[in-house]
């Protein structure tokens, strides 16, 4: 089975650019979902600057820093799900 997608280059250039990355996105996307949502829900983040939210999450107020991540994290999969995206897709 195989499917053809067609584009006029003078009128239709942004399309084909955005047909051709979108693997990428899925890629980037699901990225997201692991490097900054998952580490607050497993193992802590590491290195680079995420490695500051480590000590939110182990501070007074970590409860509460754990809270905001998840209602971010909820809210970055809602969107996914409301616009048919399924991560699971690219593994």
């Known amino acids: 089975m195989k499917a ?18 979108g693997t990428d996105c ?9 490097e ?8 802590g983040y590491n ?15 970590g409860e509460m820093v754990q809270d905001i991540i998840h209602l971010l994290e909820t809210a970055f999969y809602n969107i996914l799900t409301e616009n048919n995206i399924n991560l699971d897709d690219i593994e």
């Open 26 to 34: 899925y890629s980037v996307l699901y990225e997201v979902g692991q």
């Open 47 to 61: 290195g680079g600057d995420l490695n500051k939210i480590n000590g939110y999450l182990k501070g007074e107020h």
């Open 36 to 43: 900054l949502f998952r580490p607050a829900r497993e193992h």
């Open 4 to 21: 053809t997608l067609e584009f006029d280059l003078q009128e239709e250039k942004k399309d084909l650019m955005r047909a051709l990355k």
